[in-house]
């Protein structure tokens, strides 16, 4: 390796054939302190393209680069005493679902090295070894060798001013600029890490709380609370090692404000949840157990829950005059399916978190392959109410697919499954608060909240169950069972021209349309023949013909198939999601209302229907003081999934408010009414 002359010291750059895109220099600025026998020196690391390195607490993956000086071994560095390893605030950057801390494109890391003895020979025989990642991670060993004297060294303007640049990004090196982090509290109960903070000058719109210092625990995402100069940042910990304590634990936490910094060790207090602050006590598991089962039992009454609502009428319709037994047995069948799905969900979720892949409520309707599924069934649902044909599954179950009559527990298990599976593009009150913890937190929680959240949806299930005498209120059996089961028809067959309608992200429209009008030509013609049994088949199927393309092309012109590129509102102006711009709008004075949607969620679009779209809402929002941007979840978003997650949800929808007066936003309601977006803008834009 090349020696530069004593006045401009520093290596040539290191390049590894195995990483071609990372490359890596040592420099020394020349300058010495005579008392301490320090050299000012940095490690340059540059990286092309995605590539990131790491902080020294990586996150969720990822490994801290480090340098093996070798001071111990006899062809190994020599006139070192010690090296101090200076690290500047690091990002955070979510990769394959994993949230890391780190530096894109490369960083300067200073290093303070304490020498022997000035004037005599320092060598430098080291090892550095880097981590360097984008969708696959490369470590890389650099060899660095140095020699100098440290006395005849002079002032190298460049390397000094690198070195002073990279210090000044360091929290530890930062001059004091009144931030000061008071306290950092526990619950084991609930899992709640709490770091309270303090600004003289308030809090800028790029403010971050990161804890470390614990060896195999990890901090979530914080989730941020600020009343005038007061900040306190709630997380959760995790450890893959299962069970932790962090009382009277040592960490470190570094608090980012803007430009500034402050990096501080404190000692780990463990309080009891009253402690805690207001917003974060219902965290505690039995808490949020009630919260998911009353979610759970909440979306029975949803919009989108509407087809499920048909396949359990479908169920009371069979069960009727039918023995206790059989009708307990058919309806705890019911609510098993229902609560499965939803392990099957937990385990989905929890593979999906484990591989480092986003995670989230409803993301199943993010894969065509899965709305496809979903589109086949919900025909086929359709098609065996109208009497079209019978589903049979195979025979070893020895069982019919919810046929009239059928008094076996497979089908009802399986129509249980197939309720949970399209009940899932909603969101309720209560549910995204238990979601979020569940898939914040461990395998335990994730199936112990998912759990709850079945056994909610499945209550009217289980109430049936329990009281079969409930059934004798229905009316005999009639005409008007046959009525009904031609309205359930129609209602999932309306579900599967929904669920059609999402492939537009994917598809053609052509391709749409004629997936669309299969189902239901087949369907409204038998439809017509129950109906009109005399006219005959033949004479019916034009009309049914026309009568599908009829209903599909209207279907198609009212979810806007034609148009897939308008706004979620013809009157507002949408921009895309983008903290950047928010922060600057804020910044402009301008109150920034962001709704974070996809065309899966039903919850979703009665918010848009309710409330967005109509006044006093809509007018408000087209006031030229307020920016109104969208979040467009329907195909799978690395950054709306982080923007999620940095706001504590996982699922849409998610609106929220923010504004001069509310930099930090003012999340809303999961069902939004004019009162509360009003009042959340009118208290974001007041000073």
Same mark, same amino acid.
Not at 509 to 519: G, N, Q, S
């Given at each position: 390796?090349?020696?530069?002359?004593?006045?401009?010291?520093?290596?040539?750059?290191?390049?590894?054939?195995?990483?071609?895109?990372?490359?890596?220099?040592?420099?020394?600025? +020349?300058?010495?302190?005579?008392?301490?026998?320090? /050299?000012?020196?940095?490690?340059?690391?540059?990286?092309?393209?995605?590539?990131?390195?790491?902080?020294?607490?990586?996150?969720?993956?990822?490994?801290? @680069?480090?340098?093996?000086?070798?001071?111990?071994?006899?062809?190994?560095?020599?006139?070192?005493?010690?090296?101090?390893?200076?690290?500047?605030?690091?990002?955070?950057?979510?990769?394959?679902? !994993?949230?890391?801390?780190?530096?894109?494109?490369?960083?300067?890391?200073? !290093?303070?090295?304490?020498?022997?003895?000035?004037?005599?020979?320092?060598?430098?025989?080291?090892?550095?070894?880097?981590?360097?990642?984008?969708?696959?991670?490369?470590?890389?060993?650099?060899?660095?060798?140095?020699?100098?004297?440290?006395?005849?060294?002079?002032?190298?303007?460049?390397?000094? #001013?690198?070195?002073?640049?990279?210090?000044?990004?360091?929290?530890?090196?930062?001059?004091?600029?009144?931030?000061?982090?008071? =306290?950092?509290?526990?619950?084991?109960?609930?899992?709640?890490?709490?770091?309270?903070?303090?600004?003289?000058? +308030?809090?800028?719109?790029?403010?971050?709380?990161?804890?470390?210092?614990?060896?195999? %625990?990890?901090?979530?995402?914080?989730? #941020?609370? %600020?009343?005038?100069?007061?900040?306190?940042?709630?997380?959760?910990?995790?450890?893959?090692?299962?069970?932790?304590?962090?009382?009277?634990?040592?960490?470190?936490?570094?608090?980012?404000?803007?430009?500034?910094?402050?990096?501080?060790?404190?000692?780990?207090?463990?309080?009891?949840?009253?402690?805690? @602050?207001?917003?974060?006590?219902?965290?505690?598991?039995?808490?949020?157990?009630?919260?998911?089962?009353?979610?759970?039992?909440?979306?029975?009454?949803?919009?989108?829950?509407?087809?499920?609502?048909?396949?359990?009428?479908?169920?009371?319709?069979?069960?009727?005059?039918?023995?206790?037994?059989?009708?307990?047995?058919?309806?705890?069948?019911?609510?098993?399916?229902? *609560?499965?799905?939803?392990?099957?969900?937990?385990?989905?979720?929890?593979?999906?978190?484990?591989?480092?892949?986003?995670?989230?409520?409803?993301?199943?309707?993010?894969?065509?392959?899965?709305?496809?599924?979903?589109?086949?069934?919900?025909?086929?649902?359709?098609? $065996?109410?109208?009497?079209?044909?019978?589903?049979?599954?195979?025979?070893?179950?020895?069982?019919? /697919?919810?046929?009239?009559?059928?008094?076996?527990?497979?089908?009802?298990?399986?129509? +249980?499954?197939?309720?949970?599976? /399209?009940?899932?593009?909603?969101?309720?009150?209560?549910? +995204?608060?238990? *979601?979020?913890?569940?898939?914040?937190?461990?395998?335990?929680?994730?199936?112990? %909240? #998912?759990?709850?959240?079945?056994?909610?949806?499945?209550?009217?299930?289980?109430?049936?169950?329990?009281? @079969?005498?409930?059934?004798?209120?229905?009316?005999?059996?009639?005409?008007?069972?046959?009525?009904?089961?031609? !309205?359930?028809?129609?209602?999932?067959?309306?579900?599967?021209?929904?669920?059609?309608?999402?492939?537009?992200?994917?598809?053609?429209?052509?391709?749409? !349309?004629?997936?669309?009008?299969?189902?239901?030509?087949?369907?409204?013609?038998?439809?017509?023949?129950?109906?009109?049994?005399?006219?005959?088949?033949?004479?019916?199927?034009?009309?049914?013909?026309?009568?599908?393309?009829?209903?599909?092309?209207?279907?198609?012109?009212?979810?806007?198939?034609?148009?897939?590129?308008?706004?979620?509102? &013809?009157?507002?102006?949408?921009?895309?999601? $983008?903290?950047?711009?928010?922060?600057?709008?804020?910044?402009?004075?301008?109150?920034?209302?962001?709704?974070?949607?996809? &065309?899966?969620?039903?919850?979703?679009?009665?918010?848009?229907?309710? *409330? %967005?779209?109509?006044?006093?809402?809509?007018?408000?929002?087209?006031?030229?003081?307020? *920016?109104?941007?969208?979040?467009?979840?329907?195909?799978? =978003?690395?950054?709306?999934?982080?923007?999620?997650?940095?706001?504590?949800?996982?699922?849409?929808? #998610?609106?929220?408010?923010?504004?001069?007066?509310?930099?930090?936003?003012?999340?809303?309601?999961?069902?939004?009414?004019?009162?509360?977006?009003?009042?959340?803008?009118?208290?974001?834009?007041?000073?």
């Amino acid at each position: 390796m090349l020696n530069r002359p004593a006045h401009a010291l520093s290596t040539e750059w290191l390049v590894n054939p195995q990483q071609p895109e990372a490359r890596v220099r040592l420099h020394f600025s +020349g300058e010495a302190d005579p008392t301490t026998r320090q /050299l000012y020196a940095a490690l340059e690391v540059q990286l092309s393209g995605d590539w990131k390195t790491y902080w020294r607490s990586p996150g969720e993956a990822g490994i801290p @680069p480090e340098i093996d000086w070798r001071i111990k071994q006899p062809q190994g560095s020599s006139n070192i005493e010690t090296v101090e390893w200076l690290w500047p605030a690091p990002e955070r950057i979510e990769m394959l679902g !994993l949230h890391t801390l780190g530096y894109k494109n490369g960083t300067v890391f200073p !290093l303070l090295i304490q020498v022997k003895d000035l004037n005599q020979p320092v060598s430098i025989n080291a090892r550095l070894r880097l981590s360097s990642c984008t969708t696959v991670c490369v470590l890389t060993d650099y060899e660095i060798q140095l020699d100098f004297t440290p006395s005849d060294l002079k002032t190298d303007p460049q390397a000094s #001013f690198l070195i002073d640049k990279a210090l000044s990004r360091v929290p530890t090196t930062m001059p004091d600029t009144g931030l000061s982090v008071e =306290s950092v509290v526990w619950n084991k109960e609930n899992n709640k890490v709490v770091a309270t903070a303090h600004s003289e000058t +308030g809090w800028e719109k790029a403010v971050d709380v990161i804890i470390d210092g614990q060896e195999d %625990i990890t901090f979530s995402l914080p989730v #941020f609370t %600020i009343e005038d100069n007061q900040l306190q940042a709630v997380m959760n910990a995790s450890s893959w090692l299962g069970e932790y304590n962090l009382s009277d634990e040592s960490v470190t936490v570094t608090l980012l404000n803007g430009d500034n910094g402050l990096e501080k060790t404190l000692s780990v207090k463990e309080v009891a949840a009253s402690s805690l @602050p207001a917003d974060t006590r219902s965290a505690s598991l039995l808490v949020l157990l009630g919260l998911a089962l009353l979610g759970g039992l909440i979306l029975n009454l949803m919009p989108c829950v509407l087809p499920v609502l048909g396949m359990k009428l479908s169920s009371v319709l069979h069960a009727s005059g039918q023995q206790a037994r059989v009708t307990r047995k058919q309806f705890l069948s019911s609510a098993a399916g229902i *609560v499965f799905s939803f392990w099957l969900l937990a385990a989905f979720l929890w593979i999906l978190k484990l591989t480092g892949n986003s995670i989230g409520w409803g993301i199943q309707f993010q894969s065509p392959w899965f709305i496809g599924f979903m589109v086949a069934v919900t025909a086929l649902f359709a098609a $065996n109410l109208i009497g079209l044909f019978e589903i049979h599954l195979p025979s070893f179950l020895s069982t019919r /697919l919810a046929a009239a009559g059928d008094n076996s527990t497979a089908g009802h298990f399986v129509q +249980g499954m197939f309720a949970t599976l /399209l009940a899932t593009p909603c969101s309720a009150p209560f549910l +995204g608060t238990a *979601v979020a913890f569940a898939l914040s937190t461990n395998s335990f929680n994730l199936f112990a %909240i #998912f759990t709850a959240l079945g056994v909610g949806l499945a209550l009217p299930y289980l109430l049936i169950a329990a009281r @079969p005498s409930l059934l004798k209120w229905l009316p005999k059996p009639g005409q008007w069972m046959i009525n009904l089961r031609r !309205l359930l028809a129609l209602m999932l067959l309306v579900t599967s021209l929904w669920l059609t309608s999402l492939l537009q992200a994917f598809l053609p429209v052509y391709l749409l !349309l004629m997936i669309a009008l299969i189902p239901t030509v087949l369907v409204l013609h038998r439809l017509l023949i129950s109906l009109m049994p005399q006219a005959g088949k033949r004479i019916l199927l034009l009309p049914s013909v026309f009568l599908s393309m009829a209903i599909v092309l209207f279907g198609a012109w009212s979810t806007g198939l034609f148009t897939p590129e308008q706004s979620t509102s &013809d009157n507002l102006i949408w921009t895309p999601l $983008n903290e950047q711009e928010i922060a600057s709008s804020v910044a402009e004075g301008k109150v920034v209302f962001v709704d974070v949607t996809a &065309d899966w969620c039903i919850t979703c679009k009665a918010n848009k229907i309710r *409330v %967005i779209d109509r006044d006093p809402t809509n007018s408000l929002l087209q006031k030229d003081s307020i *920016v109104t941007m969208k979040g467009d979840w329907t195909r799978p =978003s690395e950054e709306i999934n982080a923007y999620l997650q940095k706001n504590g949800r996982f699922g849409v929808p #998610f609106n929220i408010v923010y504004g001069p007066a509310a930099p930090e936003g003012i999340p809303l309601p999961v069902l939004l009414d004019h009162d509360s977006v009003t009042a959340a803008i009118e208290k974001a834009s007041s000073r």
